[in-house]
Every structure is written in C-alpha cells, then in structure tokens.
T-cell receptor, first 115, second 113 residues
Framework: GDSVTQMEGPVTLSEEAFLTINCTYT??????LFWYVQYPGEGLQLLLK?????DKGSNKGFEATYRKETTSFHLEKGSVQVSDSAVYFC?????FGRGYQKVTFGTGTKLQVIP | DTAVSQTPKYLVTQMGNDKSIKCEQNLGHDTMYWYKQDSKKFLKIMFS???????INETVPNRFSPKSPDKAHLNLHINSLELGDSAVYFC????????????FGPGTRLLVL
C-alpha cells in the first residue's frame, strides 16, 4: 500500500531559525498530501495540504510543495517560534475502492524550539 | 462548542477488564474514525465508519469492537484489556469527500496495569 516516510526527530532549533522537515511518499496513484500538527496534550490539526503536483500548501508561515518528480512534500518555515513546538505529521490520502479514501500518516517529527 | 469530544479523557484500568470510550461530533460529518497512537507518537488507523457503515477495519484484535449508533457517534469497546493496549486513542471525523480534513478529538489516554 501507499506509505509516508518522514525524518526522525526530535528536531531542536533556536527561535527564528529556518525549519525543514523532510517527507517522502510512495503511492501507486496520485494522492493528496498534507501536514498535520499535534500540540502537546491535544489531537491533530490539519496544517496545510496540496492536492496535485506543483501545488504549494501554506498556513501560519509554513509551506510545503508537492514534488511529484522527487515524491516529496517537505515542510518549511522561515522563522520558527517557541509556540511552533509540536509534533508534525506528514500524510497522504489514498482511494481503496467504492469511492472511499483513507489517510495514511507518517511517524511524526517532534520539533522543539528553544528561546 | 467542542467539535469532536471523547470521554473519558483518562482511563486507568487493570489487565483483563472491559472498557468503552465514547466519541461524539457536532460538525455534521458523515465519516468517523478511531486511531491508536503509541508512546512513540506513531498514529495508526483502526476503524472508519461512513453513515454508520464500517468501511475501514484494519488489522486490529477482535477484542476491539466499534459501534456507531448514529453518524454523530462512534464508540469503541475493548474486551479483556492487555498491557499492550496502553496508548492514546483518538476519534476523528470528516466529510467522506474531504477525508484529508479530519477533525480530531482531544484523545483518551488509556493505561492498562
């Protein structure tokens, strides 16, 4: 089946540093790609998404571009804040028949931003 | 108003017991999910229901039984709890046509002793 691989954490950065979290995927079709964020003690929230090749998803200063040629969807932010400390999940959606789809999540990357 | 709510938030119990976790969503979504997140934050889908119909049933022990009395509720019953069941269980919901935009509940932290 389809799968998502993301870089292992934890990633520790100083405030205002540049962030990249790598994500690559394996898919037989043309999945949609997303990033979810999980703040401490909470459930996941959709951060951004891209539905086709070369689309760029963006939200709250985070960006990710759907790269079909490299099967990647890396998450970037130019200047991180302490409040960005969370676990970030890369994910894709795949169809599995009867018109249904399901989301497959990566293993999560913990980001810690220090003042 | 809470969009997706779960009860209880914490559950500590002995091995061998039976327990239930309840989930309700007030977003008008037609699809609901149960996920298990282990101590390493790995998130795995367990079940998904669309309009009360089971559509995803991953490789989960049959001690786990979901029940959806209506499309706003999805409960999870676990029989004969084992140590390895300790995890955080998340309920989520979405529209079938927008499966990527899932709304997650706050999680139920289950500890089996």
């Amino acid at each position: 089946g389809d799968s998502v691989t993301q870089m292992e954490g934890p990633v520790t950065l100083s405030e205002e540093a540049f962030l990249t979290i790598n994500c690559t995927y394996t898919a037989t079709g043309y999945p949609s790609l997303f990033w979810y964020v999980q703040y401490p003690g909470e459930g996941l929230q959709l951060l951004l998404k891209a539905t086709k090749a070369d689309d760029k998803g963006s939200n709250k200063g985070f960006e990710a571009t759907y790269r079909k040629e490299t099967t990647s969807f890396h998450l970037e932010k130019g200047s991180v804040q302490v409040s960005d400390s969370a676990v970030y999940f890369c994910a894709l959606s795949e169809g599995f028949g009867r018109g249904y789809q399901k989301v497959t999540f990566g293993t999560g990357t913990k980001l810690q931003v220090i003042p | 108003d809470t969009a997706v709510s779960q009860t209880p938030k914490y559950l500590v119990t002995q091995m061998g017991n039976d327990k239930s976790i309840k989930c309700e969503q007030n977003l008008g979504h037609d699809t609901m999910y149960w996920y298990k997140q282990d101590s390493k934050k790995f998130l795995k889908i367990m079940f998904s229901y669309n309009n009360k119909e089971l559509i995803i049933n991953e490789t989960v022990p049959n001690r786990f039984s979901p029940k959806s009395p209506d499309k706003a509720h999805l409960n999870l019953h676990i029989n004969s709890l084992e140590l390895g069941d300790s995890a955080v269980y998340f309920c989520a919901s979405s529209q079938r046509r927008e499966v990527e935009t899932q709304y997650f509940g706050p999680g139920t932290r289950l500890l089996v002793l």
